[in-house]
C-alpha cells in the first residue's frame, strides 16, 4: 500500500514544505556525495556522536543527516510522504513554527536512536525521524482525513480511502515490532526503526506545543 493522496487545505500554500522537499533533492544530487568517507562524514554515527574528538562536529552531523539519502528510493519515498501529509501541519502551525517544528522532531528522532545504539558504527542518513515527526503530529490533528492508498496484489491494482487513524497507527506499530526486533542479536539491519518511532512521538507530543495562539500571526 502506498498512500498518494489526503485531504489537504485548500488555497493554501505550503511555502515551508516545498522547500524541504527542494531541499532534500537539491541535496541528494547536487551536494551529497555518494562515497562512503562523505557519507561517515556528514551522516550522524553513534559511536562517534559520544566522543570527545568529533565535537562540536557531532551537532552539525544532526541537521547534515537529515538531508542525505541512502538511494532513489530512500528519497522518493520520503518526500512522498512528506508531500502528502507535511502541508496540513504547516497549514496548523504557519511557515516559521513548522520549520522549527520539522527540525525539532528530526532532532528528537535521531537523538533516541543514538542513546539506544551508542556504539553503532553505522551512519545514520535521511528526512524519516523528521518525517516521522510530521505523521505524528498528523494523527493528532487530522485523525479522521481520508488517505487515499494504492494497492496492488499482481496484476489488481486499485485505490482505497482510509480513515489517517488507520493508516498511520498502523504505520506506527509496524514501526514499533521492528524496532525492538532490531535490538535482538543478529537483526540489527540497517534501518533506524527508534529514529522513527522517536520522531513520530515527538511529533505527537510536541504540535500542540508549536501550534500558534490565537492572537498571533497565520504566518508564525
Given at each position: 500500500m502506498i498512500?498518494?493522496?489526503?485531504?489537504?487545505?485548500?488555497?493554501?500554500?505550503?511555502?515551508?514544505n516545498y522547500g524541504l522537499i527542494a531541499l532534500n533533492i537539491f541535496a541528494?544530487?547536487?551536494?551529497q556525495q555518494h562515497t562512503e568517507q562523505f557519507i561517515f562524514t556528514y551522516g550522524l554515527v553513534p559511536a562517534k556522536f559520544f566522543s570527545p574528538d568529533y565535537q562540536p562536529?557531532?551537532?552539525?552531523?544532526?541537521?547534515?543527516?537529515?538531508?542525505?539519502?541512502?538511494g532513489l528510493?530512500?528519497?522518493f519515498g520520503n518526500m512522498?510522504?512528506?508531500?502528502?501529509?507535511?502541508d496540513n501541519i504547516e497549514y496548523t502551525l504557519?511557515?516559521?513554527?513548522?520549520?522549527?517544528?520539522?527540525?525539532?522532531?528530526?532532532?528528537?528522532?535521531?537523538?533516541?536512536?543514538?542513546?539506544?545504539?551508542?556504539?553503532?558504527?553505522?551512519?545514520?542518513?535521511?528526512?524519516?525521524?523528521?518525517?516521522?515527526g510530521v505523521l505524528g503530529a498528523?494523527?493528532?490533528?487530522?485523525?479522521?482525513?481520508?488517505?487515499?492508498?494504492?494497492?496492488?496484489?499482481?496484476?489488481?491494482?486499485?485505490?482505497?480511502?482510509?480513515?489517517?487513524?488507520?493508516?498511520?497507527?498502523?504505520?506506527?506499530i509496524f514501526q514499533f515490532v521492528n524496532g525492538w526486533l532490531s535490538l535482538l542479536p543478529?537483526?540489527?539491519?540497517?534501518v533506524a526503526w527508534f529514529a522513527h518511532i522517536g520522531g513520530f512521538l515527538a511529533g505527537f507530543t510536541l504540535v500542540k506545543v508549536f501550534e500558534p495562539r490565537k492572537h498571533w500571526k497565520a504566518w508564525l
Amino acid at each position: 500500500m502506498i498512500p498518494i493522496a489526503d485531504e489537504s487545505p485548500r488555497g493554501y500554500t505550503p511555502f515551508v514544505n516545498y522547500g524541504l522537499i527542494a531541499l532534500n533533492i537539491f541535496a541528494y544530487f547536487f551536494w551529497q556525495q555518494h562515497t562512503e568517507q562523505f557519507i561517515f562524514t556528514y551522516g550522524l554515527v553513534p559511536a562517534k556522536f559520544f566522543s570527545p574528538d568529533y565535537q562540536p562536529f557531532a551537532t552539525f552531523t544532526i541537521f547534515t543527516s537529515m538531508f542525505m539519502h541512502g538511494g532513489l528510493g530512500h528519497l522518493f519515498g520520503n518526500m512522498l510522504y512528506l508531500y502528502i501529509f507535511g502541508d496540513n501541519i504547516e497549514y496548523t502551525l504557519g511557515h516559521v513554527r513548522y520549520l522549527f517544528f520539522y527540525l525539532t522532531a528530526g532532532i528528537a528522532a535521531a537523538l533516541l536512536q543514538t542513546f539506544l545504539a551508542p556504539h553503532s558504527t553505522i551512519p545514520m542518513v535521511g528526512a524519516s525521524g523528521a518525517i516521522s515527526g510530521v505523521l505524528g503530529a498528523y494523527l493528532l490533528k487530522f485523525p479522521r482525513n481520508r488517505i487515499s492508498l494504492l494497492i496492488f496484489f499482481f496484476f489488481f491494482i486499485d485505490i482505497i480511502h482510509v480513515p489517517a487513524i488507520i493508516v498511520l497507527s498502523l504505520w506506527f506499530i509496524f514501526q514499533f515490532v521492528n524496532g525492538w526486533l532490531s535490538l535482538l542479536p543478529g537483526l540489527q539491519g540497517g534501518v533506524a526503526w527508534f529514529a522513527h518511532i522517536g520522531g513520530f512521538l515527538a511529533g505527537f507530543t510536541l504540535v500542540k506545543v508549536f501550534e500558534p495562539r490565537k492572537h498571533w500571526k497565520a504566518w508564525l
